[in-house]
């Protein structure tokens, strides 16, 4: 595990929608930052819960794909130049004697932020695990629930879980680099796109993998060796796959983890917040989006966007308690057009 040490202005956990608008409001305001997130992407709940689907409540956008959203929020960031950590959670935040913030990921990234803004929505999301006795001591070595390097899996007997786009791209784009490949899902419909399903469907009838409509009902060991999966049909039948790997698409479930545990006010398993500038319990430490309550809290996309401006002040004010607030608007000022990298 490398392990990375940064200062920061601020350190942004969850990129969500809510979490990038914040990049923008501090960008604004002069304000660098780091923005963490566990999943390997941008986007929270509209990439991976529903990236096609159209979203009508958007100010301005009559409708607007939820990954598009998240494209065109993308893009917006893109002149305050924040750095990106993806794929770590944020395990530990405490707070220093010198009134700063020790922020540390999963992979080892470590940081001292002057200032933290909490835009972790429903929770970090956790693949949902193969949950037979033993998997837990093969989890990273034989049993994945993501692909880190697909040459990992070439020349080995392979058995695929799951029945979603990760389960059948991964199908399709092994099947003829292992040296076996059956795919095991507990129905004979798919969640995944109809076009992969089909080609997974033709390498079957080419002899080229094995389709099982089924479930794991435990792991097959040679002495401490993983040497298979045993399987039960829809028919009844028990059988045992070769799997020297084992990848499992189960989807992503939520989880409030680590953020309930850094001693901040909670309300309703969310981050207790006051309407003036989205501060939690703990001053320096902002909650916007989801992941916030308090009276009248609604969880709309729109209502974190409204969150993060203001909390990009309440930071502002924060980081530089001496300093005059002014509002000013991006048409007429001159040094905001140069954040943004406009204008004359
Ligand atoms: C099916 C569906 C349809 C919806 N339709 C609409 C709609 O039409 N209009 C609307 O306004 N809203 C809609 N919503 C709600 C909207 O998606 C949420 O309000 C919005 O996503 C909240 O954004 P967020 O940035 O607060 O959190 P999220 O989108 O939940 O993102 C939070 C991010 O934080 C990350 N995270 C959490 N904890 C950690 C940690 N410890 N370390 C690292 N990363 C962490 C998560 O991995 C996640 O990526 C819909 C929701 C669903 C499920």
């Given amino acids: 595990m490398s392990v990375v040490s940064k200062n920061s202005d601020v350190v942004i956990i969850g990129a969500g929608p809510c979490g990038l608008f914040q990049i923008f409001e501090l960008g604004l305001l002069g304000i660098q930052c780091d923005i963490v997130d566990s999943l390997p992407q941008p986007g929270g709940q509209c990439t991976e819960l529903y990236p096609d689907k159209p979203i009508y409540d958007i100010p301005a956008l009559p409708i607007c794909g939820a990954q598009e959203l998240i494209d065109r929020l993308m893009e917006q960031t893109k002149p305050f130049g924040a750095t990106f950590h993806f794929g770590q959670e944020v395990t530990e935040l405490k707070k220093l004697e010198n009134g700063k913030f020790h ?87 798919f969640r995944g796109a109809p076009a992969t399903a089909a080609r997974m469907q033709e390498l079957v009838e080419a002899g080229k993998m094995k389709f099982h409509e089924g479930t794991v009902q435990s792991l097959h060991l040679d002495g401490e060796k993983l040497a298979g999966l045993n399987i039960e049909t829809k028919d009844g039948r028990k059988t045992t796959l070769p799997a020297e790997q084992v990848l499992a698409f189960f989807g992503l479930h939520p989880k409030l983890g680590p953020i309930a ?84």
Wanted: proline content about 4%; hydrophobic content about 40%; charged content about 20%.
């Fill in 103 to 189: 922020v540390a990921t999963s992979t080892g990234t470590q940081f001292v932020a002057t200032c933290v803004v909490i835009a972790g929505g429903v929770g970090s999301f956790q693949p949902r695990r193969l949950s037979v006795p033993g998997a837990e001591a093969f989890e990273g070595r034989h049993i994945h629930y993501r692909v880190k390097s697909a040459s990992d899996f070439h020349g080995k007997s392979l058995v695929i879980l799951g029945g979603g786009d990760s389960a059948l791209d991964w199908t399709v784009a092994l099947c003829e680099k292992a040296k076996s490949l059956h795919l095991v899902h507990r129905r004979a419909e």
């Fill in 261 to 344: 545990e850094w001693g901040l006010e909670l309300d309703k398993k969310a981050l207790k917040v006051d309407t003036e500038k989205f501060q939690s319990s703990v001053p320096g430490i902002f909650a916007i989006g989801d992941i916030n309550h308090y009276p009248g809290k609604k969880k709309l996309i729109l209502s974190g966007f409204h969150e993060a401006a203001l909390a990009a002040f309440g930071i502002q004010h924060h980081m530089n308690p001496e300093k005059r607030q002014f509002l000013q608007y991006t048409t007429t000022s001159p040094i905001m057009q140069k954040r943004l990298g406009v204008g004359g």
